[in-house]
């Protein structure tokens, strides 16, 4: 998966390091305190982490290409690691989780495994945010491994691979220029102690 990122990293960082993700933001922020701490989770670029920074977020950093460790490094002056979703070592260290179109290169059959790293990576009741494509079905292109979801087949995902309560899902469009017709998933989710409790209900209200 890097290889893409390694090969085309001049184009994908043109196309996605000013565009604006505001929106997104606003599904994650509120439902955390000023100054808490986020592991921005396959950071790309770094435009989320130094967005995070310039609002008083404590902020960590990965990503498995080096181009964009790197790039990130530049961007933000933060020690950027440079491992998998798979590698993850965190121990209950982050009020929140942003992962934001990096969780969907994750294949599927791996995804319950990597949500319970997410899950151990957070302090009790900590957020994560993902995003991924909004199909019905997984997909490779350019070499890349797309994990989909729609809100249905999230939702029993997240009820199998457990640890998570499920504030929110929102569909949205691609933000990136000529690509608006894509469509995403985006969903807020808190962890929870016993790793059987049911999802919430959509929409809950940020505490």
């Known amino acids: 998966m890097p290889d893409y990122y390694e090969h085309h990293a001049d184009l994908f960082l043109s196309t996605t390091k000013d565009i604006d993700m505001g929106m997104q933001y606003q599904m994650f922020l509120p439902y955390l305190d000023p100054g808490a701490r986020i592991l921005d989770a396959g950071c790309g670029s770094g435009r ?59 294949p599927k059959a791996e995804l319950a495994e990597v949500f319970g790293l997410l899950h151990r990576a957070l302090i009790d009741e900590g957020i994560l945010y993902c995003s991924f494509k909004l199909r019905d079905t997984d997909f490779s292109q350019d070499g890349r491994h797309f994990t989909c979801f729609t809100p249905d087949s999230f939702q029993t995902f997240l009820h199998q691979a457990g640890g998570f309560s499920l504030l929110l899902q929102k569909q949205s469009n691609d933000v990136r220029p000529g690509r608006e017709h894509e469509l995403w998933l985006n969903v807020v989710l808190r962890k929870t102690p016993a790793s059987n409790q049911a999802p919430e209900e959509a929409g809950s209200t940020p505490r």
């Open 48 to 106: 989320d982490s130094l967005a995070f920074l310039t609002l008083g977020f404590v902020v960590e950093a990965f990503d498995l290409s080096p181009s964009m460790v790197e790039a990130a490094k530049a961007l933000t002056g933060l020690e950027v690691r440079c491992l998998s979703f798979q590698q993850m070592d965190y121990d209950a260290e982050f009020d929140g989780i942003w992962a934001c179109a990096s969780l969907l290169h994750v």
